[in-house]
Protein backbone atom coordinates (compact mmCIF):
# COMPACT_ATOMS: atom_id res chain seq x y z
CA UNK A 1 0.00 0.00 0.00
CA UNK A 2 2.61 2.65 0.79
CA UNK A 3 4.18 2.04 -2.43
CA UNK A 4 1.03 2.56 -4.15
CA UNK A 5 0.89 6.02 -2.05
CA UNK A 6 4.23 6.99 -2.77
CA UNK A 7 3.76 6.62 -6.63
CA UNK A 8 0.15 8.36 -6.43
CA UNK A 9 2.14 11.48 -4.34
CA UNK A 10 4.83 11.66 -7.14
CA UNK A 11 2.72 11.81 -9.79
CA UNK A 12 0.27 14.15 -8.25
CA UNK A 13 3.58 16.23 -7.37
CA UNK A 14 4.86 16.23 -11.07
CA UNK A 15 1.47 17.01 -13.06
CA UNK A 16 1.25 20.10 -10.38
CA UNK A 17 4.80 21.12 -11.33
CA UNK A 18 4.35 20.38 -15.01
CA UNK A 19 1.03 22.51 -15.17
CA UNK A 20 2.81 25.59 -12.81
CA UNK A 21 5.78 25.67 -15.45
CA UNK A 22 3.70 25.79 -18.25
CA UNK A 23 1.78 28.33 -17.03
CA UNK A 24 5.46 30.06 -16.14
CA UNK A 25 6.65 29.60 -19.53
CA UNK A 26 3.88 31.01 -21.03
CA UNK A 27 2.21 27.68 -22.96
CA UNK A 28 -0.77 27.62 -21.00
CA UNK A 29 -2.89 30.41 -19.54
CA UNK A 30 -6.40 30.66 -18.08
CA UNK A 31 -8.97 32.26 -19.49
CA UNK A 32 -10.06 35.47 -18.87
CA UNK A 33 -13.64 34.39 -17.27
CA UNK A 34 -11.38 32.29 -14.88
CA UNK A 35 -12.87 28.96 -15.84
CA UNK A 36 -10.52 25.81 -17.61
CA UNK A 37 -9.78 25.13 -20.93
CA UNK A 38 -8.23 22.56 -23.19
CA UNK A 39 -4.91 23.03 -24.27
CA UNK A 40 -3.13 20.48 -25.99
CA UNK A 41 0.33 21.46 -25.01
CA UNK A 42 0.08 20.84 -21.14
CA UNK A 43 -2.19 17.24 -22.25
CA UNK A 44 1.42 16.58 -24.10
CA UNK A 45 3.16 17.90 -21.47
CA UNK A 46 1.61 15.72 -18.54
CA UNK A 47 1.28 12.79 -20.68
CA UNK A 48 5.34 12.57 -21.58
CA UNK A 49 5.92 13.69 -17.51
CA UNK A 50 3.23 10.13 -16.47
CA UNK A 51 5.14 8.25 -19.14
CA UNK A 52 8.74 9.05 -18.44
CA UNK A 53 7.25 8.52 -14.57
CA UNK A 54 6.14 5.26 -15.22
CA UNK A 55 9.10 3.93 -17.32
CA UNK A 56 11.51 5.33 -14.45
CA UNK A 57 9.40 3.71 -11.61
CA UNK A 58 6.72 0.84 -12.88
CA UNK A 59 3.52 0.15 -10.95
CA UNK A 60 3.21 -2.78 -9.23
Do not use: C, E
Given at each position: ?30 RKDGGPR ?23
Amino acid sequence: MHFDLAHALVAGLLILATLFGMQWLGFYTARKDGGPRWSWPLFLAIFVVMTVLNLVWPYG
